[in-house]
């Protein structure tokens, strides 16, 4: 019997070769690496789950915030590029598991939806890293007028920081006008305002009150801090 299980084996290792050989190339790796099937998931409720976690750190459309990647000493791969949509839908569902604990099953397929959204053709061009805008579009002064009022208390007059503020919500003062802040994008800062930052403590409290174009006004104040 012994004999007859080892004579079994080995044919089917045998036949497995050949088998493959019958196939075309690309029929073979069809074989092992198959083009997933439309994601199940709800692209929009995945784009709205992907603006409140990934974009602080992928950007407005996965083309990487250059800051963020630059501090962790990470190549940039953005989403929509062949690399990254090469991956398998169960190796961007164990990252995003592995990455964000309270993510759901059904969160994680709205956000695959979306993120299989990014691919680009070939022929694009790939969107450059997100860096600061070129140029914000509020008015500056009125914005200084928001910022006494709304942020001075706790980032100080010209962005430095109040010790004592950044003491009691327990985070470290990152000047407004460094590198490491100025890098933002125009996005994000927006979303810190409106939102709070950043997940998952929000140690920074959104600002419910302000409208569109009082957002707008301080971001251009903001930008007026760089060093």
Same mark, same amino acid.
């Given at each position: 019997?012994?004999?007859?299980?080892?004579?079994?084996?080995?044919?089917?290792?045998?036949?497995?070769?050949?088998?493959?050989?019958?196939?075309?190339?690309? /029929? $073979?790796?069809?074989?092992? +690496?198959? @083009?997933?099937?439309?994601? #199940?998931? %709800?692209?929009?409720? &995945? =784009?709205? !789950? *992907?603006?409140?976690?990934?974009?602080?750190?992928?950007?407005?459309?996965?083309?990487?915030?250059?800051?963020?990647?630059?501090?962790?000493?990470?190549?940039?791969?953005?989403?929509?590029?062949?690399?990254?949509?090469?991956?398998?839908?169960?190796?961007?569902?164990?990252?995003?598991?592995?990455?964000?604990?309270?993510?759901?099953?059904?969160?994680?397929?709205?956000?695959?939806?979306?993120?299989?959204?990014?691919?680009?053709?070939?022929? /694009? $061009?790939?969107?450059?890293? +997100?860096? @600061?805008?070129?140029?914000? #579009?509020? %008015?500056?002064?009125? &914005? =200084?007028? !928001? *910022?006494?009022?709304?942020?001075?208390?706790?980032?100080?007059?010209?962005?430095?920081?109040?010790?004592?503020?950044?003491?009691?919500?327990?985070?470290?003062?990152?000047?407004?006008?460094?590198?490491?802040?100025?890098?933002?994008?125009?996005?994000?800062?927006?979303?810190?305002?409106?939102?709070?930052?950043?997940?998952?403590?929000?140690?920074?409290?959104?600002?419910?009150?302000?409208?569109?174009?009082?957002?707008?006004?301080?971001?251009?104040?903001?930008?007026?801090?760089?060093?």
């Amino acid at each position: 019997m012994k004999r007859y299980v080892i004579a079994l084996i080995g044919a089917l290792l045998m036949i497995a070769p050949l088998a493959l050989s019958r196939l075309g190339p690309a /029929q $073979a790796r069809e074989q092992t +690496t198959q @083009t997933p099937e439309k994601p #199940k998931g %709800d692209v929009e409720a &995945g =784009k709205k !789950l *992907y603006a409140e976690q990934c974009i602080k750190c992928h950007g407005d459309k996965g083309e990487g915030v250059l800051g963020l990647y630059k501090h962790a000493k990470a190549t940039i791969v953005p989403l929509g590029s062949e690399q990254a949509q090469q991956k398998s839908d169960e190796e961007i569902r164990k990252s995003m598991a592995d990455g964000f604990e309270k993510l759901t099953r059904e969160d994680i397929e709205n956000l695959l939806a979306f993120l299989r959204t990014l691919k680009r053709e070939p022929s /694009q $061009a790939p969107a450059k890293p +997100t860096q @600061t805008q070129e140029k914000a #579009k509020g %008015d500056v002064e009125a &914005g =200084k007028a !928001l *910022y006494v009022k709304q942020c001075q208390r706790c980032h100080g007059a010209n962005g430095e920081g109040v010790p004592r503020m950044y003491r009691v919500v327990g985070a470290k003062i990152v000047h407004l006008g460094s590198q490491g802040a100025q890098e933002k994008s125009d996005d994000f800062i927006r979303k810190s305002m409106t939102d709070g930052c950043c997940k998952p403590t929000n140690k920074m409290q959104a600002i419910k009150e302000l409208t569109p174009e009082q957002i707008e006004n301080i971001l251009a104040f903001t930008r007026t801090l760089k060093q």
